[in-house]
């Protein structure tokens, strides 16, 4: 059985319809194959005859009913060949007034029996007329009376007997619907079961997938039916040649790092002869320099390095990375604050702020920053006085080496990664991060971290 | 220190591929009153440790052949030898790695000269304090805190990472170097100087303070005195591991 779900979804699928299928349809025809004959057998035009006359009829299927009534209640159906056939039989065998009878088969319900025994008696009506043709003024002639009816005859004292019946509704079709229900039940659980040992494999493919879409490399199981080993052989391996692509790149990075590092080296060693002013512009060029390629390094890291993780004093964090700020000379200060630890990396948590307050003093001169903690979750804002960004811009801002004309990532002269660093750094430890125009202006950050 | 006889003074090994950068490196460190050799890797580094009294060797991490670390690695034992490596990958885990592997200081590159020299200096200092004391290690403990010099960082007794800024963690590492002795602002600002950031120069009594504030949140003991007149002392014992 197990065997089954290794095949492929298609084979796995066939048979469960196939089998399905079987399943109901063996179900039909073994309840016709024991159910009794499946409806009221007809009576004849002497049963209607005796009833009608106050004689005794024997009890077949469902019986026939008399009563004594005013009026008869229904119509004679001169239109209607077959009954005025029946008709004149009742008449003859009944020795009855010729006119005082009259039958009809519309009995006012309109149930499923009802429309099967109008079946059956068109069936019947072709072979009645040709023998009410040939033999009809012949007393023993009998013709049959399918279904329900009602038929009357006058008394002599003007008041009308009535003799009617009902067909009960075929036994067949309540056998039948037990039959399918009950089969229907039975399968429930072998369906059920069957379809989630089919759905466990996509379902646990899918989330491995999801997992892998937001950046983790795992390997997929290769297990369930054919075509989701075969995904997930194409999923791992498309895993090993992405996870090469970025080894490649990040010791390619390395690479290009180290050998521009080395000749910035040279040139500082170079500056140090030279005067003084010349010196510290010379310096300044190598310092931005080295920011681009430091940028470029921290950004490959955040991207590419499972976070550590270790209970952090996030309060005493971002206050340490506030005072580094103001100890350098920018006009950097910390509204509020809230006393929380989390589980986090600090140094990959303190590259964020950094680069968050890097931008905000470069670009607006003068930064805030504030953390609230509430609910297991910080919020922690950076604001800044300068002049905000567009829609445009802040939908590409986060776009690592994204540099738009007036892009503040420009301004702060590195390669385009303070944000990008900071959105890795925070995604890293689950969080989100936000940016908006504030109220009187400038730029405010907005991130969430969860607690926990 | 440029007035001592060439045989007093301190003897520095650049080890570098690059022959330029360890050219200029060399001739900038003998301005300031090193004695220089240079070596492109470990075999010739070793010839010169051979021949010759080594007091501090700037090992570049990424060599052809035998890498920085391997170097290092090797040379831990020879105690009286201090090691800085000096990377281009300036990553943090580069920078531990490195620390691990025993050297004394990491420096990123590229490294301003000055900055070169200012922590030449400070491992020769710091050197010369930790031969006088038996204990080795990098972490410092007092009264349950954990100070890891290697990684840069503070966790408190309930081992939740403290973060304190660059100015104030090179402050505590002075305290923590020189415990239960009064130090002055001056000696406090010279040892502290770890390389060529002047932001620092500026509040010695905020840097305090502040780092005071820091401690005393997450904990109750009294850890810095202010002695008038005088300076400041760190209160607790302190233990290296």
Known sequence: MIKCFEGSIFRSNFLLALSAASLLALASMSVVATTAVPFDFPVSSLDVARALSGESVARQGSPIRIRISDKPGFERQFDDAMAVTIERAVVLQGGLEPGSVRLSFDTGKQSFAHRQFDVARRQY????????????????FSPLVFGGFQAAVQLKDGRWRIASRSPSQPKWYFSISRGILTA???????????????????????????????????????????????????VNSMQARISGYIAERTSMLAAIAHDL??????????????????????????????????????????????????????????????????????????????????????????????????????????????????NGQAAIEVRDVGPGMTTTEMARAFDPFYRSETSRNRATGGAGLGLAIAQSGIKAHGGTINLRNGEFGGLVVSIILPTG | MTDLPPDKLHHVVVVDDDPKLRNFAADYLRQHGFRVSCAAGGVELRSIIERDAVDIIVLD????????????????????IGIIMASALGSETDRIVGLE???????????????????????????SVAAQSTQKGNNLLFEGWRCDLVRGMLSDPADVIVALSPGEFALLRVFLEHPQRILSRDQLLEFSRHD??????????????????????????????TVRQEGYMFIPKVVRQ
Do not use: C, H
């Not at chain 1, 009645?128 to 012949?138: E, F, H, K, Q, T």
């Open chain 1, 261 to 374: 590092r080395t000749p910035l080296a040279r040139l500082s060693f170079l500056a140090a002869d030279l005067p003084k002013t010349k010196k510290a512009r010379v310096t300044a060029e190598i310092e931005e320099m080295e920011k681009m390629i430091s940028d470029t390094l921290d950004f490959v890291q955040n991207e590419t390095v499972e976070p550590t993780r270790e209970q952090v004093d996030l309060s005493l964090l971002i206050e340490s990375v506030v005072d580094d700020f103001s100890d350098r000379g920018f006009a950097v200060t910390l509204l509020e604050t809230s006393a929380v630890t989390m589980n986090a990396d600090a140094l990959m948590l303190r590259r964020v702020f950094a680069n968050l307050l890097s931008n905000a003093v470069t670009y607006g001169t003068k930064a805030t920053m504030s953390l609230k903690s509430a």
């Open chain 2, 61 to 80: 991490v990424m060599m052809p052949g035998e890498d920085g670390l391997a170097i290092a690695r090797d040379l831990v034992g020879l105690t009286e």
């Open chain 1, 184 to 234: 229907l039940i039975l399968m429930l659980p072998v369906v059920w079961w069957f379809s989630r040992r089919l759905a466990r494999p996509i379902r646990n493919f899918s989330s491995a997938v999801e997992r892998i879409g937001k950046g983790s490399f795992e390997e997929v199981t290769v297990e369930g039916p054919k075509e989701i080993r075969e995904a997930a052989t194409a």
């Open chain 1, 125 to 140: 009506e072709a072979e009645l007329m040709d023998a009410s043709r040939r033999y009809g003024d012949d007393k023993r």
């Open chain 2, 101 to 127: 592997v025993g050297a004394d200081d990491y420096l990123p590159k590229p490294f301003s000269p000055r900055e070169l020299v200012a922590r030449i200096r400070a491992v020769i200092r710091r050197r």
């Open chain 2, 196 to 225: 060529d950031s002047d932001a620092f120069d500026r509040a010695i009594d905020t840097q305090v303070s502040r780092l005071r504030r820091k401690l005393a949140s997450r904990s109750d003991a009294e850890f810095i005195r």
